[in-house]
């Protein structure tokens, strides 16, 4: 079984400042990562994704994530964010083994950008 | 192209009524999954299709629950006897084959249960 644990629901941020969304999971197999962003009334857009290599991912719109296996992570960093990055942020895994390869979520992030 | 589209965008029923949900996947797409999405959490598989059958359903809640793709492309989710605990947004994925596990969301359909 795996499982997502997002430590912060809220994160408020000034404009231009930079901010890290947390994530950990844990599972007994290889996983894959994900973070995921859902605008007001939409689905949720894949932000970027580690499958393997370089633990450093980058992915759309500025964001960047880094895998630490010792620790179990995937925080999401973005160096200087804008109004528009206000969303709610859900990190995922996946098992790496054939199958169904679902995703689990966490319970979510809202980055609120204030000017 | 198209993306993963979702019919109705919103549905409201009365406790006890039987309802669908459509969900017409990218084309190609040879994966297709389920999600609920209660208020205020995360997403929750529900079931999960590779063509035609239901390769896992281990997610439905319980037997009230049932979700068909005939013909490997649109799929139904159906509800019987809707509890207004059912009230959730539900959400469908697919995926081509070879794509690195990259899930494509669409919009979902609102349920609320009266």
């Known amino acids: 079984a795996q499982s997502v644990t997002q430590l912060d629901s809220q994160v408020p941020v000034f404009e231009e400042a930079p901010v890290e969304l947390r994530c950990n999971y844990s599972?007994?197999?290889?996983?894959?990562l994900f973070w995921y962003v859902q605008y007001p009334n939409q689905g949720l857009q894949l932000l970027l994704k580690?499958?393997?290599?370089?633990?450093l991912v980058k992915g759309i719109n500025g964001f960047e994530a880094e895998f630490n296996k010792s620790q179990t992570s995937f925080h999401l960093r973005k160096p200087s964010v804008h109004i528009s990055d206000t969303a709610e942020y859900f990190c995922?895994?996946?098992?790496?083994?054939?199958?169904?390869?679902?995703?689990?979520f966490g319970s979510g992030t809202r980055l609120q950008v204030q000017p | 192209g198209a993306g993963v589209s979702q019919t109705p965008s919103n549905k409201v029923t009365e406790k006890g009524k039987y309802v669908e949900l459509r969900c017409d996947p990218i084309?190609?797409?040879?994966?297709l999954y389920w999600y609920r999405q209660s208020l205020g959490q995360g997403p929750e598989f529900l079931i999960y299709?590779?063509?035609?059958?239901?390769?896992?359903d281990s997610g439905l809640p319980n037997d009230r629950f049932f979700a068909v793709r005939p013909e490997g492309s649109v799929s139904t989710l159906k509800i019987q006897r809707t509890e207004r605990g059912d009230s959730a947004v539900y959400l469908c994925?697919?995926?081509?084959?070879?794509?690195?596990?990259?899930?494509?969301f669409g919009p979902g359909t609102r349920l609320t249960v009266l």
């Open positions: 995922a895994v996946s098992d790496v083994r054939a199958g169904r390869r679902a995703l689990t």
């Open positions: 299709f590779q063509g035609t059958g239901a390769a896992d």
């Open positions: 599972s007994s197999v290889s996983v894959y």
């Open positions: 994925a697919s995926k081509p084959s070879g794509s690195g596990d990259t899930q494509y």
């Open positions: 580690y499958l393997s290599g370089s633990t």
């Open positions: 084309s190609g797409h040879t994966a």
